[in-house]
C-alpha cells in the first residue's frame, strides 16, 4: 500500500468534526455583540487548546501515527507529516480565536473542529484501549481534552446566534 494510505484512517476519523464544524458555522453564522470581551470564551478555548498540546505531546512520544494506522491494517505514517499537521492545527487554532473575538465569523470553523475533534478523543482512544487490550496511544489525556471539547462547543453555542434578532434580543 502506498505511503499516503497511512493517512485515510485520520481523515475518516476526522470527517465527522470536519462536518459538524460545517454545519454549525452554517446554522449559527452570527457572533453575540460581546464575543470581543468574552473571557470566558478566552479561557475555556485557550484551555482547550493548550491541553491538545499535552495530547499532542503524548501522542507523539507513544507513536500514534504508527499505532492508529497500523490498527486498521494501513502503514505508519511519518513522524514529520503528524509533527507539521498538530502544530499547524494548534497555530489555525489560536489565530482562530484571535480572530473570533475580533469578529470575524468565518474563524468559528475551525474552533468548532477544535471542539468536536476534542469530543471524538474522549470516545475514540479509550475505545481503542479496550478494543487493544491495554494502553493506546492519547488514552491518558484524552478525558481531559474531551470535557475541555464539550466545553469548547457549548461556549461557542453561547458566543454564537442563529440570526439577526436572536443577536440583537441578547443587546437589551
Known amino acids: 500500500m502506498p505511503q499516503s494510505s497511512s493517512l485515510i484512517p485520520t481523515m475518516t476519523a476526522l470527517a465527522a468534526p470536519g462536518a459538524a464544524a460545517v454545519i454549525l458555522t452554517a446554522l449559527r453564522p452570527r457572533l453575540r ?11 475555556v478555548v485557550g484551555l482547550t487548546i493548550s491541553a491538545q498540546v499535552l495530547h499532542f505531546v503524548e ?3 507513544t507513536q500514534l501515527y504508527v499505532e492508529f494506522p497500523t490498527t486498521f491494517g494501513f502503514p505508519a505514517a511519518q513522524q514529520s507529516v503528524f509533527v507539521w499537521a498538530n502544530i499547524t492545527a494548534l497555530v489555525v487554532w489560536v489565530a482562530a480565536l484571535i480572530a473570533v473575538r475580533q469578529g470575524v ?3 468559528l470553523l475551525p474552533l468548532w473542529f477544535l471542539g468536536f475533534a476534542e469530543l471524538l478523543n474522549l470516545f475514540l482512544h479509550p475505545y ?3 478494543k487493544t487490550g491495554g ?3 492519547g488514552v491518558v489525556t484524552s478525558p481531559l481534552v474531551g470535557v475541555l471539547g464539550i466545553m469548547t462547543i457549548r461556549e461557542l453555542a453561547r458566543v454564537t446566534a442563529k440570526d439577526r ?3 440583537r434580543s441578547d443587546e437589551s
Open 33 to 43: 455583540p460581546d464575543v470581543s470581551g468574552s473571557r470566558r470564551l478566552l479561557l
Open 59 to 61: 501522542e507523539l512520544l
Open 105 to 107: 465569523v468565518i474563524a
Open 128 to 130: 481503542l484501549a479496550l
Open 135 to 137: 494502553y493506546y496511544s
Open 165 to 167: 434578532e436572536e443577536s
